[in-house]
């Protein structure tokens, strides 16, 4: 039901345009992408970074909030990111690097990688980054929120 997504965008835009006036912060809200069953929101401006909290829990809160707001009598759930200052791209190019440096470790020394807890978003870019590498695995272990990932040569 495109037109029912359609209208969930118009809220959860609306959502972040209000947590932007009632932060009373100088932020502008715009859509930095948008997919059938999603959308992510960036705030930018000279005070987009106070948003992002320790470890991005600030945006993560927020993006939390905002999904349970705008999908609370959905039919069909979108799928709301937030971002801050560029910070969701920048903390992807430090995973996947983070990620690729563990592989190259794992592969010299044949032996397994643990990382630190991430979060579920965090995971996936990790698996992503590193699915295509067929010289090392990736899997997850831990119960939430303390859930990682291990990297382990594969075979």
Request: no cysteine; aromatic share 6%; net charge negative.
């Amino acid at each position: 039901m495109p037109e029912e997504m359609d209208a969930l965008k118009v809220r959860a835009r609306s959502f972040a345009e209000g947590v932007a006036a009632a932060s009373e912060f100088d932020l502008q809200v715009s859509v930095a992408s948008e997919e059938p069953d999603g959308v992510t929101l960036a705030f930018d401006g000279p005070d987009a970074h106070l948003l992002v909290g320790r470890h991005g829990q600030g945006l993560d809160a927020l993006q939390f909030l905002a999904m349970l707001v705008v999908n609370r009598h959905a039919r069909e759930r979108l799928r709301i990111v937030f971002d801050a200052d560029r910070y969701r791209a920048r903390r992807e190019e430090t995973l996947v690097k983070l990620a690729r440096d563990l592989a190259a470790q794992v592969k010299e020394s044949g032996e397994e990688a643990v990382l630190d807890p991430l979060s579920p978003m965090e995971r996936r870019i990790v698996h992503s980054a590193l699915v295509d590498d067929p010289a090392v695995t990736t899997y997850s272990e831990g119960e939430e929120p303390n859930r990682y990932i291990i990297i382990s040569p594969a075979g």
